[in-house]
């Protein structure tokens, strides 16, 4: 018996700072040979990447995958967009959800599963006012300066 644990690729930090995240899912997705390999490698970037609906259902873009080196002429275009897999309960209550002003679907974590499967954390975000923002610098620098007195 081997005691595996998800394995994290890539986090989207700029997510946590541009929006207020409301409620999380874990979606699978539909990807190619030679994109797995490259996910299994790290060669990922998130930072661009947002979540859309496309005839009833969620699509993630802008997710960046690089090229597998080994994949030959069989390798992926890395900007394309990649299928999410939910459950219907799921993209219902997204989807009504999206609909409402302000709200919007961002991917906020990309890891491997024990079963071996790539996931996207995806989050309902409302997005922040620029004085949220500051606000939210302000505190994490007073956090950083108790720390430092404690010590």
């Known amino acids: 018996m081997s005691d595996k644990k998800e394995i994290n690729i890539a986090n989207n930090r700029k997510a946590n700072y541009s929006f207020q995240l409301e409620e999380t899912f874990t979606a699978g997705m539909s990807l190619k040979g030679s994109e797995i390999k490259s996910i299994r490698d790290s060669q990922v970037t998130m930072s661009d990447a947002y979540c859309v609906f496309i005839k009833g259902e969620l699509w993630v873009k802008g ?8 994949a030959s002429y069989n390798n992926h275009e890395p900007k394309r967009d990649r299928k999410l897999l939910l459950n219907k309960r799921e993209l219902k209550k997204l989807l009504t959800k999206v609909k409402e002003k302000g709200y919007s679907i961002v991917p906020t974590r990309l890891f491997i ?6 996931k ?3 989050a309902l975000a409302k997005g922040k006012k620029m004085y949220d923002k500051r606000h939210d610098i302000k505190r994490k620098d007073l956090e950083r300066e108790i720390q430092r007195r404690v010590k």
């Open 120 to 122: 996207l954390d995806i």
């Open 113 to 118: 599963s024990e079963r071996g499967k790539a």
């Open 63 to 70: 997710l960046h995958i690089a090229e597998y080196k080994q």
